[in-house]
């Protein structure tokens, strides 16, 4: 069983739905399930990318890296079973001719709302990841300067020369606790 990441209490909504769980199976058979309503399990996953999302792109814009962390795998399993659900309605198109018009309606605003939330989480992460980059390039050269100061090594005429140092180029690593 897939258990869901405990979320920080900041990030839970009170009454917070989870995915319906189905009986196990008895028999190769659910016991006492009815047929499943795609376009409420639609609807519903929808739902929760769209609150996963935009918890997400709030914890992007405050730096909470640790929560955007703790939302990952969730936002992992919901994208699979939207991929799923999806699949499901290309294999079988009768199930949106099916659906009364106001559902269908409701359905691509639900999914027009998801793609927004997805292009600005699209948009925070490169900006996140940018502004990492930098900051490590900075780090980066900031050692890389120090260090070329402070060292000297031998010229070609076996003087002690600085300048011979900016030529190599030095290694630097970064060793990250978390």
Partial sequence: MNAQPKMPPRLR???????????RKQNGRHENLPPRNKSEDMFQIIRQLNDLLMKENVALKKHRVSDVH???????DLARLYQQQM????RNPELLKEMD??????LV???VRLGELMKDNASLLRANIKVINTFMKSVVDSVREKQERKSTSYSQQGNL???????????VSLNEVT
């Fill in 13 to 23: 909504q009170p009454g917070q739905q989870s995915m319906p769980k189905r009986p």
């Fill in 70 to 76: 703790v939302l990952g795998e969730r936002k992992q």
């Fill in 87 to 90: 699949n499901a309605f290309h």
């Fill in 101 to 106: 018009e106001g559902k269908r309606n409701a």
């Fill in 109 to 111: 605003q639900a999914g």
């Fill in 161 to 171: 020369d600085g300048y011979a140092a900016v030529k190599r180029n030095m290694a």
